[in-house]
């Protein structure tokens, strides 16, 4: 149960940025009845050849965990520097989960089949299970999808859950409002109350319309659930949010965890060039009504 509500408040409302752009792929299961081995592998060593214009990096991978098949051999990646948008220096002791055939050599990106184990289990700490159902039809899994729509829609109701994502609203509003009043200090000089409304009243209303109108957040939180649990782990946590312990831990969750800032500077990011540009149109229809 413990292990369960960690796992969620980890990996809830998280947001990723992939610079790298691939063509669509396979899905894990996808990948896991394509390929004759899956490992689970450490990155252990690193040697660099410098070859003037370009410096090449080669990685030792070991296995640590055979998640399909059965094979025990060392892999071997070269990575070149200059690095690109789909490829990097990678570190000794992160992990990946490699979807192979048993080559000598392997290629580690964005864009290839394989995953960082870390990033796997914040994205999709649901994997194990799709791979141990991977032989499952198409109607099972439909099954299951139906089931857990039901009880997310009552976990998303409930209002625990609510005041997470109230909270993270908030954080983002005052950090939206903290960039919009930075940028536009200047016309604030003297104290000018109407600048200071008209302001303000555009970052009200763009984050209505495109924040809390949209309910970014419970629709990021319902994917995340779908994404993430087994029906039986949607009941567990059903349970464990009923519970006096498990509405304070949510409650108070959002108020002491990093994450919810991270986050929520995140989204500020991408929800700020709307309010600049409707503070600019409000400037720029003031400056000619003057005239």
């Not at 640590?64 to 789909?86: A, H, R």
Request: hydrophobic share 35%; aromatic share 10%.
């Amino acid at each position: 149960m413990i292990k369960l509500i960690i796992t969620l408040l980890l990996a809830i409302i998280t947001s990723s940025t992939i610079a790298c752009s691939c063509m669509p792929g396979k899905s894990l299961v996808e990948k896991y009845q394509a390929s004759k081995f899956v490992t689970i592998v450490e990155v252990m060593s690193e040697d660099v050849t410098d070859e003037g214009i370009k410096k090449i990096h080669h990685y030792k991978l070991l296995p640590v965990e055979q998640v399909k098949g059965s094979i025990n051999k060392e892999f071997i990646v070269n990575v070149e520097e200059p690095y690109t948008s789909c490829s990097g220096p990678e570190k000794t002791g992160k992990k990946w989960l490699l979807f192979h055939n048993g080559e000598d050599e392997i290629y580690l990106g964005g864009c290839t089949p394989h995953k960082r184990l870390e990033f796997l289990e914040r994205t999709n700490p649901n994997w194990r299970w799709l791979f141990d159902n991977a032989d499952k039809d198409e109607n099972f899994f439909k099954e299951e999808q139906n089931k857990r729509i039901k009880i997310v829609k009552e976990l998303l109701a409930h209002e625990s859950v609510k005041s997470l994502t109230d909270a993270s609203g908030r954080i983002t509003l005052h950090r939206v409002s903290e960039k919009a009043f930075r940028e536009f200090n200047h016309l604030l000089k003297n104290h000018d109350v109407a600048m200071y409304s008209l302001i303000n009243e555009e970052i009200e209303q763009t984050m209505d319309e495109k924040f809390f109108k949209s309910n970014y957040q419970q629709a990021s939180l319902q994917i995340f659930f779908l994404h993430s649990f087994t029906y039986n782990e949607l009941v567990e946590l059903k349970e464990i949010i009923n519970t006096s312990i498990g509405k304070k831990f949510f409650k108070h969750y959002a108020s002491m965890n990093e994450d919810f800032v991270t986050n929520s500077n995140t989204m500020a990011n991408a929800y700020y060039p709307y309010v600049r540009a409707r503070i600019n149109a409000r400037l720029k229809e003031k400056a000619t009504k003057s005239k």
